[in-house]
């Protein structure tokens, strides 16, 4: 199978009408402030480094300004790098033709937008096969696609509906449909939940997970939402004033956040929904228990079963179901209410 | 002290000459491209007689059937074709049908011109701000020039006739449709274009897929200001020699026939009121999926 991972290498992005001539100065440390005040430049995106595993969700956080929607353009190159490589199957997107880039954004990316952009004047099920209609694929082949994956998303029945007619949970429905339905190794979702209400938010994370488990894209997901993004990701990538202040698992994010900036983020997560039982657990086959939790359970799963067993410590098991360690009350408990401090 | 009083205005023969040059000029221009420009216009001229001699043509029941058709199928509304159709019997009762329907086949074929030059020309437009630059001060001058100074050169190049009839009401007409276009074009929700963008859009891709299809209520909104300024300018047009309801006015004018006036010029209210409710419903229904619906 070929490598569906994604290089993003020394990205810089200085929005402005020479922004070339002052990546020299930003590489020296000059501020986005002061890029901004002396040049009339803005500072976009600083020295990116991410390596985005493949078949897996890698989540960009940060705060709206952060430039996480700028990045994420960039893989499909909807806006073009100032400096940079973002290498794919070997090839760097910023350096495609036109016309390779085009054939790149219909075959290997899909994207699902924060507001739908879905097409108005389309029904569902013609906005659903719009990227296999751009791909020249007949009305046919293409309608039965886009039906399949309508019918995952859970819309059935709304094929001939307009978008004003739904709901905005349905409309990003139809949105994640129609990515889906272009069948690519990509797919790149910008803030694709914020806009919808906390608990269709919950269901719409819920669907992506569940579709993801079979279908084992490369996601590259941006929110600005921390618990989302350590719902989601298997690697987080922190954004900030355009540059990356820390990536890596959501747990390690949480144990070990790089700086205040990110402690003051972490604080008020639900630890035990994040921190594994093989980070706390003691190794070794000590102790003995009627309760055993697998290797790579959460915290929160391990104290629900401790509680309900009556039992004060928990064997760890890996897959194969030997003991590999245990987990008391005691250190579950307290590794779920300290917060961790920078 | 005479400079504040008396404008330093150009000498009076250089300005004689000057306009003479011109005139000249222009005079050489016509009798050196005159026959080719007229060949130019010849299918015009052919297609617009067919066109004519087609509906004065058709008898009168048929004619009533199918314009009641067309709007019950633009509008969708039974008032609207009924109030038509007793329009025209009207019309046909006091004796202006052929003349009604000269001017009917004038307006068709040039808001057909407007449209197959203008909506190009709009898309034109919305594609590069310097194009729109250089193509909206012409739409601003084809508005408010007086039309009888563009009919002066049209005359000299074309003489009498349909053809420059039919040209001077598209000068007129033309303008509302492109900046329509190139507006509704401008006017499409970026988020949706660069959707468009991501799923590998090609730039046709684009305009016909996305573009055309959400710009087309604005499109509509200029078809429909086309057709009643091409309406407006039916009198001017009979002032060049083509037929309709514009030559009774202009014959009620010269001889002071109030009732004859009053009837033709009335017709064609009538017609201009059909024609926009007809073309308004239409660009509503067009609009229909865009609007957002709050829930």
């Not at chain 1, 202040?245 to 990110?262: F, K, S």
């Not at chain 1, 799963?301 to 928990?314: C, D, Q, R, W």
């Not at chain 2, 087309?216 to 086309?226: M, S």
Request: hydrophobic share 45%; glycine share 8%.
């Amino acid at each position: 199978m070929a490598d569906n991972s994604i290089e993003i290498r020394n990205l810089y992005k200085i929005f402005g009408a020479n922004g070339k001539k002052y990546v020299e100065a930003v590489e020296k440390g000059m501020s986005k402030d002061e890029l901004n005040a002396k040049h009339g430049h803005v500072l976009g995106l600083k020295d990116i480094n991410i390596s985005m595993p493949q078949a897996k969700i890698q989540v960009i956080m940060g705060l709206s300004g952060s430039g996480k929607s700028t990045l994420i353009r960039h893989i499909n190159r909807l806006i073009e790098p100032t400096v940079g490589e973002v290498i794919y199957q070997g090839e760097d997107v910023c350096k495609m033709s036109e016309s390779e880039l085009l054939e790149f954004r219909r075959h290997k990316t899909a994207m699902v937008f924060q507001k739908f952009a879905l097409l108005p004047h389309r029904t569902v099920i013609n906005n659903t096969l719009f990227g296999l209609e751009l791909q020249g694929i007949n009305k046919k082949d293409s309608e039965e696609r886009a039906r399949h994956w309508l019918n995952r998303v859970g819309l059935d029945g709304y094929e001939d509906r307009y978008p004003n007619e739904l709901s905005g949970g349905m409309q990003q429905r139809v949105g994640l449909a129609r990515a889906l339905t272009n069948d690519a190794d990509i797919l790149l979702m910008d803030e694709a939940f914020s806009a919808l209400d906390p608990l269709i938010r919950n269901d719409m994370q819920g669907i992506l997970l569940e579709l993801q488990e079979e279908l084992h894209k490369t996601i590259v997901f941006i929110t600005h939402d921390l618990d989302e993004a350590l719902r989601l990701g298997d690697r987080i990538a922190i954004l900030r004033d355009g540059a990356v202040i820390q990536q890596g698992t959501g747990q390690e994010i949480v144990l070990n956040p790089a700086d205040e900036y990110i402690s003051d983020f972490v604080k008020e997560v639900n630890r035990g929904r994040v921190i594994l039982v093989d980070t706390i657990m003691e190794s070794g086959a000590a102790g003995t228990s009627n309760v055993s939790v697998p290797s790579g359970s959460r915290l929160e799963a391990a104290a629900k079963l401790l509680s309900e067993s009556g039992e004060t410590s928990a064997t760890v098991v890996d897959d194969k179901g030997a003991v590999i360690g245990s987990v008391s009350m005691q250190s579950t408990i307290n590794a779920m209410v300290t917060p961790a401090t920078h | 002290m005479s400079i504040f009083t008396e404008f330093p205005e150009m000498g009076r023969t250089d300005l004689r000459d000057l306009k003479k040059g011109i005139d000249e000029a222009f005079r050489m221009f016509t009798r050196e491209n005159g026959e080719s420009i007229e060949n130019f216009f010849y299918p015009l001229l052919k297609f617009l007689a067919w066109f004519e001699r087609l509906i004065v043509g058709t008898p009168w029941p048929l004619m009533i059937l199918i314009l009641c058709a067309l709007v019950y199928a633009g509008s969708r509304s039974w008032g609207l074709t009924v109030g038509t159709l007793l329009t025209l019997l009207v019309i046909g009762y006091l004796g202006m049908w052929e003349d009604t329907m000269f001017t009917i086949a004038l307006i068709s074929v040039s808001t057909m011109i407007c449209i197959v030059i203008g909506i190009p020309l709009g898309i034109l437009m919305s594609k590069s701000d310097r194009t729109q630059a250089i193509i909206t001060p012409i739409l601003d001058i084809m508005q408010t020039i007086p039309s009888f100074v563009y009919l002066i050169p049209i005359l000299m190049l074309l003489g009498i006739g349909k053809v420059p009839g039919l040209i001077a009401v598209c000068i007129y007409a033309i303008p509302p449709v492109v900046r329509l276009t190139n507006l509704g074009i401008r006017l499409v929700d970026r988020d949706v274009l660069e959707a468009a963008d991501a799923f590998g859009a090609s730039p046709r891709q684009k305009l016909f897929t996305v573009q055309i299809p959400l710009a087309l209520p604005n499109i509509f909104a200029g078809v429909n200001q086309t057709i009643m300024m091409a309406l407006a300018m039916v009198v001017v047009a009979a002032l060049i020699g083509v037929h309709g309801l514009g030559q009774e006015v202009l014959k009620a004018v010269n001889n002071q026939y109030l009732a004859l006036g009053m009837m033709n010029g009335l017709a064609i209210v009538a017609i201009a009121i059909v024609f926009d409710r007809v073309s308004q419903k239409y660009g509503k229904r067009l609009q229909k999926h865009s609007e957002v619906i709050h829930g």
